[in-house]
């Protein structure tokens, strides 16, 4: 059967995609900072215990889970640009109405329901990043890690407006329903500028398989396996600083709070820097040579932290660790959706893989760090960066098309 090549998209096309995705990353972080920044207050609002907070979270964790699980079914049904508009405008809603229960009768049944909405938000970060990885082919060059580094500066934003709106004694109430509001609103412009994130690169790709089972049969790939794993290794490395690096640094190494929160910074500083300088690496010298490179850097970082007792050097294996962990989950997005027949399931499935990480590791660290000690239970983080250096080779990039203007 003759195919027709797909048209190639303009340049001004192009730019207006990649911001959008930009801005998409951003909001996400900016949501999810909005809930986490405000914690406190909720807890305050309904008299709760540390124990019941924990379970009212599970919540976003059951809602996340449940979206993963469904992300590749309803991609495929409904395509990654309106599945991003119909998802992100439910996540905002919840916010709203999460909002409005707040004001009203804060309820510890009505959170959690609504939260559950709130974490459904997974299924657009599956949708963002598989929109993401086709603009990247698109343009023909790296652009994943810049995405993954505005979603950090999405939450930095939204856990910095919070505290000044508590600071301000402005309402909960408030704060959310107005971040309800422009979310909502800034879904609905940005999917304006998305394109078909499923078309195919070529004229000779073949149609994308359409049935569950098809969906479901990447996961007996071995090379998304391998992926998966990297995106396992890295996110756990990155999800477990972001929980427990700073108690790890008053526990282990004698900093106090102010010190310890200093010090996640300095993680999450290098975090950012590393997806930012990562790029230009990644084109010259490809993903297997980079990740194997982080993977080294991350381990060094977390022998530094878990062994030196050194406050300043142990700052600089902090420094490290942060920088080896910044590119093994975006570059795992971008392996994953290489092949365009493939990449919403693949993509899908090493979100999975790898959300579950970020999900399942801290708890584990900290059920860990109650019988050895915070440092000693990082030790499991650094056995799974091994396995991301070892995994790295099922990531290698294939050739790319010419770059284009952008």
Same mark, same amino acid.
């Given at each position: 059967?003759?195919?027709?090549?797909?048209?190639?998209?303009? !340049?001004?096309?192009?730019?207006?995609?990649?911001?959008?995705?930009?801005?998409?990353?951003?909001?996400?972080?900016?949501?999810?900072?909005?809930?986490?920044?405000?914690?406190?207050?909720?807890?305050?609002?309904?008299?709760?215990?540390?124990?019941?907070?924990?379970?009212?979270?599970?919540?976003?964790?059951?809602?996340?889970?449940? $979206?993963?699980?469904?992300?590749?079914?309803?991609?495929?049904?409904?395509?990654?640009?309106?599945?991003?508009?119909?998802?992100?405008?439910?996540?905002?809603?919840?916010?709203?109405?999460?909002?409005?229960?707040?004001?009203?009768?804060?309820?510890?049944?009505? *959170?959690?329901?609504?939260?559950?909405?709130?974490?459904?938000?997974?299924?657009?970060?599956?949708?963002? #990043?598989?929109?993401?990885?086709? #603009?990247?082919?698109?343009?023909?060059?790296?652009?994943?890690?810049?995405?993954?580094?505005?979603?950090?500066?999405?939450?930095?934003? $939204?856990?910095?407006?919070?505290?000044?709106?508590?600071?301000?004694?402005?309402?909960?109430?408030?704060?959310?329903?107005?971040?309800?509001?422009?979310?909502?609103?800034?879904?609905?412009?940005?999917?304006?500028?998305?394109?078909?994130?499923?078309?195919?690169?070529?004229?000779?790709?073949?149609?994308?398989?359409?049935?569950?089972?098809?969906?479901?049969?990447?996961?007996?790939?071995?090379?998304?396996?391998?992926?998966?794993?990297?995106?396992?290794?890295?996110?756990?490395?990155?999800?477990?600083?972001?929980?427990?690096?700073?108690?790890?640094?008053?526990?282990?190494?004698?900093?106090? #709070?102010?010190?310890?929160?200093?010090?996640?910074?300095?993680?999450?500083?290098?975090?950012?820097?590393?997806?930012?300088?990562?790029?230009?690496?990644?084109?010259?010298?490809?993903?297997?040579?980079?990740?194997?490179?982080?993977?080294?850097?991350?381990?060094?970082?977390?022998?530094?932290?878990?062994?030196?007792?050194?406050?300043?050097? !142990?700052?600089?294996?902090?420094?490290?660790?942060?920088?080896?962990?910044?590119?093994?989950?975006?570059?795992?997005?971008?392996?994953?959706?290489?092949?365009?027949?493939?990449?919403?399931?693949?993509?899908?499935?090493?979100?999975?893989?790898?959300?579950?990480?970020?999900?399942?590791?801290?708890?584990? *660290?900290?059920?860990?760090?109650?019988?050895?000690?915070?440092?000693?239970?990082?030790?499991?983080?650094?056995?799974?960066?091994?396995?991301?250096?070892?995994?790295?080779?099922?990531?290698?990039?294939?050739?790319?098309?010419?770059?284009?203007?952008?």
């Amino acid at each position: 059967m003759t195919r027709t090549a797909p048209r190639a998209r303009p !340049a001004k096309e192009l730019r207006h995609w990649r911001t959008a995705v930009f801005t998409i990353f951003a909001l996400t972080g900016l949501v999810f900072a909005t809930w986490a920044s405000r914690v406190p207050g909720i807890r305050d609002l309904l008299g709760a215990s540390t124990q019941e907070m924990g379970f009212l979270i599970i919540g976003i964790s059951a809602g996340s889970i449940t $979206g993963l699980i469904a992300a590749s079914h309803i991609i495929a049904r409904l395509g990654a640009t309106r599945t991003i508009l119909v998802v992100y405008a439910a996540v905002s809603v919840a916010m709203i109405a999460l909002g409005l229960v707040v004001a009203v009768a804060p309820s510890f049944a009505a *959170i959690f329901v609504i939260l559950l909405v709130v974490g459904l938000s997974s299924v657009v970060d599956v949708a963002m #990043n598989l929109s993401g990885a086709a #603009n990247e082919r698109a343009i023909g060059r790296t652009i994943m890690p810049l995405f993954h580094a505005s979603f950090s500066g999405g939450t930095v934003l $939204g856990a910095a407006l919070g505290s000044l709106l508590e600071a301000a004694g402005v309402p909960i109430a408030v704060h959310f329903a107005g971040v309800g509001v422009v979310a909502l609103a800034t879904t609905v412009v940005l999917v304006r500028f998305l394109q078909p994130a499923e078309q195919p690169i070529d004229a000779t790709a073949e149609v994308a398989p359409s049935t569950w089972r098809d969906r479901l049969s990447v996961w007996r790939d071995r090379r998304v396996l391998l992926i998966g794993a990297v995106a396992l290794g890295m996110a756990f490395a990155e999800g477990s600083a972001n929980d427990w690096l700073s108690l790890a640094m008053v526990d282990g190494h004698g900093l106090d #709070n102010a010190g310890g929160a200093a010090v996640l910074a300095v993680f999450l500083a290098a975090m950012t820097v590393g997806r930012i300088g990562g790029v230009p690496l990644l084109d010259r010298f490809g993903r297997v040579p980079v990740l194997r490179g982080t993977a080294a850097l991350a381990v060094v970082g977390l022998l530094v932290v878990i062994f030196v007792p050194v406050d300043g050097i !142990a700052v600089v294996g902090v420094v490290l660790w942060g920088l080896g962990a910044s590119l093994g989950f975006p570059v795992a997005m971008s392996a994953a959706a290489d092949d365009p027949r493939t990449a919403t399931a693949t993509v899908s499935a090493v979100a999975t893989i790898g959300y579950f990480a970020f999900l399942v590791g801290p708890p584990v *660290i900290g059920v860990l760090g109650e019988h050895v000690g915070i440092l000693n239970a990082l030790l499991v983080v650094l056995v799974l960066v091994v396995g991301t250096g070892l995994a790295a080779p099922a990531a290698g990039s294939p050739s790319r098309p010419a770059a284009r203007a952008a």
